[in-house]
Structures are given as structure tokens and as C-alpha cells.
């Protein structure tokens, strides 16, 4: 059942898939495949004509964001951790305690979804530094690794325009256990964006592919959750390195 609704994952946000399941669990095993069908239906709708997901699922997520910075605006000139779940539930705070951070991660984003809500979860917070992940679920929903290149370098420029001095760490895409049939389209896409980085000197890139990776070339179970996709604590500790050592620069 659960691989039943894993793609949604790409099309929804966590909090709308969390709210799916639920209602799968609670009806009937025959009115089951009309509430398949019924999800299959708002998937194709969640696509605009072009093949593009709409950004729009992710409203309520950024609505959010914005009540919490009606509240308490966070401090400019801090470092912007932003992009898709692996952000999300990265406690920043916690694994940098010395440094003054923001987390605007919202689970199954593309690169598309964070240029279209740039305005809103990046701007008004005028960083010094960007950490972004982005383009797992891009290539998850059948993006080419060349679209997730053309997306980031339009994300760069965004930023150039408004924030010319702020700085771009790119995090590479991770390989996973879940994705790892992805694999060559993964290191296809990080390999289109290290070039850019390696022009410019406020573009960073921080490799993850090789110190995930086994003896074996596969990734290392240990630094994963059960599901084979996010990470787990020690996942996040070795993040945090190496993310720490482009920060220090």
C-alpha cells in the first residue's frame, strides 16, 4: 500500500500526503481504487499543460513560513538553508549551533517550486550565504538531469539580481538507496551544476556522492532512515562537515 502512494511523494507536499494516507486507511478495501483513481486524478491536474508540476501545492507550506516571519522576522545576513525534505528535516539549529541559520526547506520540492516561491522564502531574508538541495525529486519525476541544470542556473541568476554578493552552496544530489536506479542521472545533473560552480567564485559545491558511498560503490545504509531516502542522524553529521567546511571559507 505504501509503494502505492510513494508517487505522490513527488506531486505533493508531506502534509498532504500525510493527510492521503490517512484517508486510505479509513475507507473500505473495494472504495480503495476509486480513491486511487480519485489521487491519480489530482496528480495529472497538479501538472500544467507543459509537464510541469504546480508550485501551488505548496501554498499552505509557504503561507506558513510567511505567519512565522509576521511573528518574528529572522535576522538578515544569515546563512539560508532552502530547497526539498532533506532540508526540511535537517535540524540546522542543532547541528549549528554557532552559526546564525534559517531552514525553509519544504519536502518534495523541485528546483522549479523554489524558483517560483524565490520572492517569498529567499529574498525578504537578504543571506549572506545560500545552502541548497534541490533536484532529487526533479529527476524522481522524470525531469532531465539537463532541466535540473538550466533551473539551477536560473535560480542563480535570480539571486545575482537582487543579492549580487550573496553566496551559493550547492549540495550535491545524494545517492540513495530508494534511488538509486537514478544514479547516472544523478551524477549526470551534479556534474552539469559543478561546472557552473567551478566559474564563479560565490557558486559552491559540496560533493556528497563519494563519502556516501561503501567500499562496494553503494550507498551506506547506516547514514539512512528506513525508508532509503532521507537521512538519519548520522546522515545529517556527515552533511553537516561538509557543508561546514565551504561555510569556513
Same mark, same amino acid.
Given at each position: 500500500? #505504501?509503494?502505492?502512494?510513494? =508517487?505522490?511523494?513527488?506531486?505533493?507536499?508531506?502534509?498532504?500526503?500525510?493527510?492521503?494516507?490517512?484517508?486510505?486507511?479509513?475507507?473500505?478495501?473495494?472504495?480503495?481504487?476509486?480513491?486511487?483513481?480519485?489521487?491519480?486524478?489530482?496528480?495529472? $491536474?497538479?501538472?500544467?499543460?507543459?509537464?510541469?508540476?504546480?508550485?501551488?501545492?505548496?501554498?499552505?507550506?509557504?503561507?506558513?513560513?510567511?505567519?512565522?516571519?509576521?511573528?518574528?522576522?529572522?535576522?538578515?545576513?544569515?546563512?539560508?538553508?532552502?530547497?526539498?525534505?532533506?532540508?526540511?528535516?535537517?535540524?540546522?539549529?542543532?547541528?549549528?549551533?554557532?552559526?546564525?541559520?534559517?531552514?525553509?526547506?519544504?519536502?518534495?520540492?523541485?528546483?522549479?517550486?523554489?524558483?517560483?516561491?524565490?520572492?517569498?522564502?529567499?529574498?525578504?531574508?537578504?543571506?549572506?550565504?545560500?545552502?541548497?538541495?534541490?533536484?532529487?525529486?526533479?529527476?524522481?519525476? #522524470?525531469?532531465?538531469?539537463?532541466? =535540473?541544470?538550466?533551473?539551477?542556473?536560473?535560480?542563480?541568476?535570480?539571486?545575482?539580481?537582487? !543579492?549580487?554578493?550573496? $553566496?551559493?552552496?550547492?549540495?550535491?544530489?545524494?545517492?540513495?538507496?530508494?534511488?538509486? $536506479?537514478?544514479?547516472?542521472?544523478?551524477?549526470?545533473?551534479?556534474?552539469?551544476?559543478?561546472? =557552473?560552480?567551478?566559474?564563479?567564485?560565490?557558486?559552491?559545491?559540496?560533493?556528497?556522492?563519494?563519502?556516501?558511498?561503501?567500499?562496494?560503490?553503494?550507498?551506506?545504509?547506516? !547514514?539512512?532512515?528506513?525508508?532509503?531516502?532521507?537521512?538519519?542522524?548520522?546522515?545529517?553529521?556527515?552533511?553537516?562537515?561538509?557543508?561546514?567546511?565551504?561555510?569556513?571559507?
Amino acid at each position: 500500500m #505504501g509503494s502505492r502512494l510513494a =508517487v505522490f511523494s513527488v506531486f505533493f507536499s508531506e502534509s498532504q500526503r500525510i493527510v492521503m494516507l490517512r484517508l486510505f486507511l479509513r475507507v473500505p478495501k473495494i472504495p480503495r481504487i476509486l480513491l486511487l483513481a480519485t489521487l491519480i486524478t489530482m496528480v495529472w $491536474k497538479a501538472i500544467s499543460v507543459n509537464g510541469e508540476v504546480d508550485p501551488a501545492r505548496f501554498e499552505e507550506a509557504i503561507a506558513a513560513f510567511e505567519q512565522q516571519d509576521a511573528e518574528q522576522m529572522p535576522p538578515q545576513d544569515a546563512i539560508l538553508f532552502v530547497g526539498s525534505s532533506s532540508i526540511r528535516k535537517w535540524d540546522t539549529a542543532k547541528w549549528f549551533p554557532d552559526r546564525t541559520v534559517i531552514n525553509r526547506g519544504f519536502g518534495g520540492s523541485h528546483m522549479s517550486d523554489l524558483i517560483h516561491f524565490t520572492k517569498r522564502v529567499v529574498l525578504p531574508y537578504r543571506p549572506r550565504t545560500i545552502v541548497l538541495y534541490e533536484g532529487d525529486n526533479d529527476l524522481a519525476g #522524470g525531469k532531465s538531469p539537463g532541466r =535540473v541544470h538550466a533551473d539551477y542556473v536560473q535560480f542563480v541568476r535570480m539571486i545575482r539580481t537582487e !543579492l549580487p554578493e550573496t $553566496k551559493i552552496v550547492f549540495i550535491a544530489i545524494k545517492p540513495s538507496l530508494s534511488r538509486w $536506479k537514478l544514479i547516472a542521472k544523478i551524477r549526470e545533473a551534479n556534474q552539469l551544476i559543478k561546472e =557552473v560552480t567551478d566559474d564563479d567564485p560565490l557558486l559552491d559545491y559540496v560533493d556528497v556522492d563519494g563519502p556516501m558511498l561503501n567500499d562496494q560503490g553503494m550507498p551506506r545504509p547506516e !547514514l539512512f532512515a528506513d525508508d532509503g531516502l532521507h537521512l538519519n542522524d548520522t546522515g545529517y553529521e556527515l552533511w553537516t562537515k561538509l557543508v561546514e567546511e565551504k561555510l569556513a571559507d
